[in-house]
């Protein structure tokens, strides 16, 4: 049976490097973020019932969901976050379902699930065998933030802010990298390890 890893961290932790090189080391990459993206893209298995529920307003002239818009009609009225959610969340578990059968019948060792609100969202931790939780201080994430994208540090603070505590992260892991001042090689050395404890 395959070994299912939840692997989470704030924004900017490296949390996506640590994926890839999980998945240099044999793992499986379930990415619940790129599934829920893709069922709100243009074509997307949610782009119907968005707009039955939402008006065709609420999605562009690609066939996208309008994200500017549903992001302040979400934060105007809490109930339309809750009812897009009720649209994207089970596409996505389905699909989640899928991707796992599937890394399952090619005899991954370990399935590794990408989980940006794997602690805020409670019901993960039971599916999961252990948590890998990517560490690092709020000044480095909004350090490395601003340094790849077009956000200012206030920004970004905001985005920390509106995440998951950091220290509720580490309480819920079973191990921790601490990505604050490492090296490339370094970091590859302490996921090496971590690979290694998962069977990989």
Known sequence: MALRIGLTGGIGSGKSTVLQMLVAHGAAAIDAD???????AAGGAAIAAISERFGASFVTAEGA?????MRE??????????????????????????QVEAAVASSHPCIVFD????????????????VLVVDCTPDT??????????????????????????????????????NEALALAALEAEVAEAARSFGL
């Open 141 to 178: 994430q909004v350090a490395r933030v601003v340094a790849r994208s077009a956000l200012k540090p206030g920004e970004v603070r905001a985005i920390i802010a509106a995440q998951a505590p950091r220290g509720l992260r580490l309480a819920a892991a079973d191990l921790v990298i601490c």
């Open 34 to 40: 790129a599934i829920s993206r893709a069922a709100t």
């Open 115 to 130: 989980i940006p609100l794997l602690v805020e969202s409670g019901r993960w931790r039971a599916q999961l065998d252990r």
């Open 65 to 69: 969901l309008d994200r500017v818009r």
């Open 73 to 98: 009609a979400a934060y105007a009225d809490p109930e339309a976050r809750r009812q897009l959610e009720a649209i994207v969340h089970p596409l996505v578990g389905q699909e989640i379902a899928r």
